[in-house]
C-alpha cells in the first residue's frame, strides 16, 4: 500500500490534536495542584480552532491567462497548423461544433452555473486529449478556462 502523503495543514492539525490530547492528558493529573496547562489547552484549542475554520493557511491568489489562443489565433492560423494543434481541420471542427451543439450535453443545466459555448469546450476537449501528458492545470491557463 502506498504511503499516506499528508498537506502541511493536514500535518499541524495531527500534530496540535496530539498536543491537544497530551495537555489535557497532564491537566487532569496535575488539577488537583493548581492551575497547571490551562493555558497550553487554551493554545492548542485556539489553534485547532484556526485551522478547522480555515481551509488555506496562505492567501490565495488566481494566475492569470489569456483568451487569445482560444478566441483570437487559432481563427488566424491556417488549416495545417489549425489541425496541428486541434487535430481535426477548421471545417470538421466546425461540423462538430453544430452537430454537438444541438445536444443538452452541452447546455446551462442550472441558471447559476453558465457552461463556456459548445466551441470553447471543444476546444479545451481537443487540445487535451490531442495532447498527451498535458496538465490540466496547463490546458486550463492555455485556454483561459478553470
Request: aromatic share 14%; with cysteine.
Amino acid at each position: 500500500m502506498p504511503k499516506q502523503r499528508y498537506t502541511i495543514r493536514q500535518r499541524l492539525i495531527k500534530e496540535c490534536e496530539k498536543g491537544f490530547f497530551e495537555a489535557a492528558k497532564r491537566y487532569a493529573e496535575h488539577q488537583s495542584t493548581g492551575p497547571f496547562g490551562i493555558h497550553e489547552l487554551e493554545m492548542y484549542y485556539n489553534a485547532l480552532q484556526y485551522l478547522y475554520q480555515n481551509r488555506y493557511l496562505a492567501p490565495r491568489s488566481r494566475l492569470p491567462f489569456s483568451t487569445d489562443l482560444r478566441d483570437r489565433v487559432l481563427e488566424e492560423y491556417s488549416a495545417h497548423h489549425f489541425k496541428s494543434i486541434m487535430h481535426i481541420t477548421p471545417a470538421q471542427f466546425a461540423s462538430l461544433v453544430e452537430l454537438i451543439s444541438r445536444s443538452s450535453q452541452f447546455r446551462p443545466k442550472n441558471d447559476n452555473f453558465p457552461q463556456a459555448p459548445v466551441e470553447i469546450q471543444l476546444k479545451v476537449a481537443l487540445f487535451r486529449l490531442g495532447t498527451k501528458g498535458t496538465a490540466v492545470e496547463k490546458v486550463a491557463w492555455v485556454f483561459g478556462v478553470s
